[in-house]
Structure formats: C-alpha cells, structure tokens
C-alpha cells in the first residue's frame, strides 16, 4: 500500500516470459497493463531472460544480469513459464526456483475462484493457497550414491521456523481481510512430525506471537484428506497455507474445480518485490499455436498491482476479465472455446 501512496511517474515492469507459452501470454498481460492508461502510473517494460532456452544458448538459465536489472531497476516483474527437464542437466537449475530465492519471495499467493460455476454442478470455489516458496523439498540438496540396494537417492527437505512464521503471518493477514476469516493449516505431521511438525506448531504460533489475528479461525488438515475434501467440499476452504510442495500440488488440484489451469494466477511475494506469475507452466503441446489462455497472466498482473497498492487497476483487470468469462463468448480450447489467445486479450482490452 504505502508503495502506490508514493508519488511516481513510472512504474517499471521487468518481463521474464521464460519458455513455451511464457512467450505468448506475458505479451498480452503487457497489453493489459498498458490499457489502464491513467489508473496506474505510466509502465515502463524491461524483458528479461531466464528459463531452458536462455540455458541452451547461453549454458546460463537465469543470468546474472537478470537478477541485478530486478533488484536494481525494477518495480516489480511479470514471469512466465519455464520448461525445465525432468532428467537432470549439469548445470542447470530452475530458474523459477532460483528467482525466487534470490529476490526471497517467500510467498505464493494462489487466489483460485470460481467466475461462471458450470451449470451449477461444482459448488463456487472461492480459496486463497498460501504456498511458502523458499524451503522444503525445493532446496534441490539431492544425492545419489550407489548402496547395498543398489542406486540409492536421498534429498534434503528443510522447514525452518523463520519460513514458516512470515509465510504463517501472510496468511493470517489475508485471512483477516476476508469476510469468512478462516485458515486452514495443511501439514502431514502424522507422518512427517518432525518437519511438518514446526510448520503447523509454528503457523499456529503467530497470533500469540504477534497479538493479532483473534478474530480468524484456524483449522489444520491432513494434505491427503485435504485433497479429497477439496474435491467434495471446497466450499470448506477459505484461506489455506502450506509448506512448498503441498501448496503447489493443491492449488494445481484446486485449479481443476474452476474450469482450467490457464485461470489461475499467483503472486511471489516477499518484503520488498512481487513477481506475478500464471500458474500454469509452459505447456509445450500447444505452444506456437496462439491458443494458450491469457487470462492467468492477465489476473496476475491483477494481482501484483493490488499487491503494489493500485487497487482501482487492478479491480479494472479483474472485472473485464469476468466480463468475457461470464459471456463465454471469446474462450480458449482449454475452457472448451475455439478463440485464440489474440482473440481473448482482444475481448478483455474491449471490456477495459
Ligand atoms: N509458471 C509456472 C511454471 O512455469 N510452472 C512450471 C514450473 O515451475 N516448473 C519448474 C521448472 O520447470 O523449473
């Protein structure tokens, strides 16, 4: 908030699209932002390169360069997709992953809504999934060694207290600007007590430790049975926080409830940057094919602006982007539409 109050003539974006559709949907987010004319100040754009291909040309997946324009020039900065193999490659490494730790975006915000519920069959989704970005199996420490079982793989997954305080604080504050005030604690710590253990003991922890956040309700769920009660009754959830690897994989399911994956924005979010980012990776069945959705990318430029205090933009983007879903008029295949991601930006611009 205090950002937007600070008089600035130019709010300076820097864009990573990455991979695959990366390539397709951050130029449409771009054209989105730059349609708010006066509700935002004036955008100015830096692209940026990171991802697969950057590593396959320059052997470097997130150059340096890159980091030093975010942290020295940039407001904030959109991000698409990144294609990285699922084999492992001598020297690369997600440069997702690495972003986030280098500009410590201790957060992913995954609002997941549902806009027009399909013939009333689903009941309406309305969730927030606070995923923490920095730790658990994302630390990437792997090994493999050669044991008496033959090949043996281990990796190393970290849950610090510091992590799992300010990811638990961002969530009760989102939590305590809802009207529903709820959070739900998603942890395995039947199993994992130890490590799952201190994330719920410490996100259960932050009210007492802060003072604050009596009037919001907590409840905890097992990942597993949180899962299957989001396919029953998402109605259930209203803010939900966990540790990296959960927190991915239930917004991705959650993503299911609302018709695609290509609706889902997030933001990465730390003390002093914001990185919106579509959910969605970089889908290379139809890349190239100017089919993807844009509306992930679009709702994430939302997003990073409301994060930045600029409220009115943001609700701009967010309307227009109903707007054609409710029609139903301009859809891509994934939300069974034949338009095209030309097609769509072009109905969300005339809805702006
Ligand atoms: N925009 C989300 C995205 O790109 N998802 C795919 C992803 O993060 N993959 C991990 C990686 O490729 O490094």
Known sequence: RSFATQARSSLK????????????????????IVALGSDIPKPEFINLHA????????????????????KSECDCALFGSVSSPSRKVTGY???????????DLYANVRPVV?????????????LIVVRENTECLYVKQEQQIDGPNGKEARATRLITERASRRIGQMAFELAAARSRKHLT????SNVLSITDGLFRETVRGVPALTGKYSDVTIAEQLVDSAVYRLF???????????????GDIISDAAAALVGSLGLIPSINAGDDFVMGEPV???????????IANPIASIRSAALMLRHLGYTKG??????AVDQVIREGRYLTPDLKGTSTTQEVLDAVLGKL
Do not use: C
Not at 185 to 188: A, E, S, T
């Open 13 to 32: 974006i820097g864009l990573i699209p990455a991979d695959g559709i990366g390539k397709e949907v951050i130029p449409a987010a771009r054209q989105a």
């Open 232 to 246: 029953r009754e998402p109605e259930v959830f209203d803010v939900m926080v966990a540790p990296n690897l959960y």
């Open 314 to 319: 943001a609700d701009r983007l967010d309307v």
């Open 93 to 103: 490494s997600s440069p997702i992953v690495q972003l986030r730790k280098e500009l």
């Open 51 to 70: 991802g697969w291909e950057t590593f396959t040309r320059t052997g470097v997946a997130l150059p340096h360069e890159t980091v030093e324009i975010l």
């Open 114 to 126: 549902s806009v027009a519920p399909n013939a009333g069959e689903q009941p309406a989704v309305d």
């Open 185 to 188: 604690i998603i942890h395995k």
């Open 280 to 290: 969605h990776g970089s889908a290379p069945d139809i890349e190239g094919k100017g």
